[in-house]
Every structure is written in C-alpha cells, then in structure tokens.
C-alpha cells in the first residue's frame, strides 16, 4: 500500500489537501480502507468529512430500518418515504456518500460486526463502532488488536448534548512537531476493556464527570440487557443504585456522577445535530491522524458537553503501564 503513488485524477482533485498535509499523507488516505458499524447523526458526520478527504473505501453496517428519531440527525436519509421504504440505513446512507466523492469506494455489510471472524476485520486499517453495547465494544475491540496488522479502533456515542469518543491505536508511532524540529514518537494505548477497568481512585484528580457518567449508564444498559438509547426517566432509581455501589467500590464520591448529568443521558437519547457535528469533526481529524501518521493523536478519551462549551481529552491508563 505505501508504494502506490497518487493518480493524475487524485493530485488535481485533492490538491487543497496535498497544500495543507503533503501527499504522503493524502497517498495514505487514499489507500486506507475504513469500517463504520452503526449510523447514527455523528457517524455520518464522521462519515462525510473522510469521504470528503478522499480514503480508499468506507464500508458501512447497520441493519436498522429508518425511523423518525433517526431522521432527526442524518442528513443523508432522503426525505422522501418511497425512497427508504424497505432499505437499511447502511443502504441508504451509501448511495448519499457516494455522492459526496465517487472516488471513494462506499459498500455495506450486512450483519453483526460483533459476530464477524478475525479475517474479516484484517481488510480494514480504521474501525468505528457506534452506540454499541459495553460487551461489544469490547468484543470488537479485541478482535481489531488480535489481527497481524495494526488496526486502529474507535468507539463514539452521542446522547443528549454531549459526546464521547474512545481511541485504542495500540503501539503507535507518529511525528511529533517540535519547534522547527520533527521528532518520532511512539504511544502506548490500552484496550478498552483495560481502560475502563482501570480503578477511579488511580485516576487523575479530576477526570470529566462524563467518563464516570458513561460507566455508570453502560453498567446499567448492560445489567438490564438494553440497547444503547433504550432508556427513560423512569430508570433513574435503579441508574442511581448502580451509582451508589459504583462509587463505594471504588471509594469515589457521588457528587462526581451528578444526578442533573445522569437524567440527561437517560432522557436525551436523541442526538443533537450541532453536538454530532462538533464530534464527528473531531473523530475525522483523529482518524486522519492515525491514519497520515502525522499531528498529536488523542490518547485516549476524549468528552464534550454543550452545556459548558468544553472538550476535555482524557488519559485514562493505567499508572503503572501507561496502558
């Protein structure tokens, strides 16, 4: 793959790009082949903006028919019914994207991506998931770090007015700007079985109330066998038990998980389209990062909520290993 040089066709299409980022890095987009699992608002914000900077293919899986929440936030869902009658999301969002950039090879999977062997993964040097479940995003986050090449994974979730993304790059080695010097430099990521499983009481003082706001939903969602968004109001009692005895096994306070930012996230299962826009952007920049091998990659979290205006990058590792 790092060979291939750019075509005539691909230098005058992306010449904007090549002026900003070089063409060794455009070279490496354009021959990077991506996974996307899951639809929503923010991925196809995600979605347009790698299309747009011209990768090598974007493969897309969701089985989920459309429905008026989904409409809500994805812009590449035509308007009219006749069109998406009996389509999948993947499906429909397809045939938009191509339209973006017909370079771009876009196709669909059909599937659980949870349920795919290792094989199938090996084809893709970038995986996203979204609005996955605790146990897939591990799951799947395995899988990616079992395959002979490195396989970069992110997970996103978006509720309410506010955003998380989640970067495991394994052993990643980038270039470092430094003055007027470039230097390598190699990050060590961990899992994100091994990142949530880090305790709270080894983390830095103060990590955002999201991260340990997301634990707790995620616990609960898993615990009551529930989708990602299939919650309400209604199971704030028992969200609030789980905080409880979450936060006394890991000797954390209460008042770092808010009542206020859990019913949030309960009620607001609707995404916001400025809030899939401003993550959607961040995960592309993040994405064409690892894939360019240039610019200071998140490590390894990172948290937004509009309430506040702020994006917090968070480094949630183990002390001791760095990962």
């Not at 499906?91 to 370079?103: A, I, K, T, V």
């Amino acid at each position: 793959m790092d060979s291939e040089e750019l075509t005539e066709q691909e230098t005058a299409l992306y010449d904007r790009q090549i002026r900003v980022w070089g063409v060794d890095a455009q070279r490496r987009l354009s021959k990077s082949h991506i996974l996307v699992s899951g639809t929503k608002g923010t991925v196809i914000e995600f979605c347009k903006n790698i299309v747009l900077a011209g990768i090598g293919s974007l493969t897309l899986m969701d089985d989920r028919l459309v429905t008026e929440e989904l409409l809500s936030a994805n812009f590449l869902i035509p308007p009219d019914e006749n069109a998406f009658s009996g389509n999948s999301l993947a499906e429909l969002c397809c045939d938009s994207l191509r339209d973006f950039n017909p370079m771009v090879r876009v196709s669909v999977e059909k599937g659980d991506l949870s349920s795919f062997g290792g094989d199938f993964y090996d084809k893709f040097d970038v995986v996203v998931v979204s609005c996955c479940s605790l146990s897939k995003k591990k799951l799947i986050n395995e899988k990616c770090r079992k395959s002979p090449k490195r396989i970069a994974f992110y997970a996103v979730d978006c509720r309410d007015s506010c955003g998380e993304i989640f970067v495991d790059l394994q052993n990643y080695t980038y270039a470092q700007k430094k003055l007027d010097d470039t230097i390598e430099r190699t990050l060590q990521y961990p899992s994100f079985e091994e990142a949530v499983a880090v305790p709270w009481s080894q983390l830095p003082r103060r990590v955002s109330k999201l991260f340990f706001a997301s634990r707790v939903i995620e616990r609960f969602e898993q615990a009551e066998g529930r989708n990602p968004g299939e919650t309400s109001i209604a199971d704030l009692p028992s969200v609030l038990k789980i905080r409880k005895e979450l936060c006394e096994a890991q000797a954390l306070n209460e008042s770092n998980i808010p009542d206020g930012l859990l019913e949030r996230l309960l009620v607001g299962t609707k995404e916001h389209p400025p809030v899939c826009a401003i993550i959607g952007g961040i995960l592309g920049q993040e994405v064409i990062k690892a894939i360019s091998g240039k610019g200071d990659p998140i490590k390894n979290f990172f948290f937004f909520d509009a309430v506040d205006g702020k994006g917090i990058i968070e480094d949630i590792s183990n002390p001791s290993t760095g990962s």
